[in-house]
Each structure stands twice: as C-alpha cells, then as structure tokens.
C-alpha cells in the first residue's frame, strides 16, 4: 500500500473466505473470516513497511481449498487461494 494508512484501509466485512473447487478453481459459498484469537487480526509494521493479517483456519478445512477475499476500502479485491491438507 505503499506507507501506514492506518488500520481502517479494509472494506466493511472484509476479509473472507470462500469454499473453492481444488481442481476446477469454482468458488461458493463466501463466509466472513472470524479472528479467534488475541494474536488475530490486522496490523502494520513500520520497520518493513507491511501489513499483516492473521487468522486462524478451522480444523474442518482439512483436505479441501478455500480462497481468501481481501477488499480494500478503495473497492480493489485481493486474493490468495489455499489447499488445506490433513
């Protein structure tokens, strides 16, 4: 992003994860992903001039691909797809 925009440059609901074919790359189903734990969420580090998300994946992921929506506050939409493994 090119500098700290502070914390509030992630579109209202956002990110999410959507179910997705590991073969055919079909997406469903979006949910909104839920940050579970004290060490989740959004920050900036200054030092390397990045942001960070963590989340927490569900057990019931395994063996199966998921697609991570991030939208910006701008409209912009970033993806990142997942193949979870047992």
């Not at 590991?22 to 001039?49: F, H, K, P, Q, R």
């Amino acid at each position: 992003l090119g500098g700290d925009h502070g914390l509030g440059v992630l579109a209202a609901g956002y990110p999410k994860v959507a179910t997705m074919d590991c073969t055919a790359s079909t997406v469903d189903l979006i949910e909104t992903v839920m940050s579970s734990s004290a060490n989740s969420g959004l920050s900036y580090d200054a030092a390397s001039d990045t942001y960070q998300y963590v989340w927490k994946t569900q057990k019931g992921w395994a063996n199966s691909c998921r697609v991570l929506v991030v939208r910006l506050a701008d409209g912009t939409d970033h993806m990142a797809d997942f193949s979870f493994v047992k």
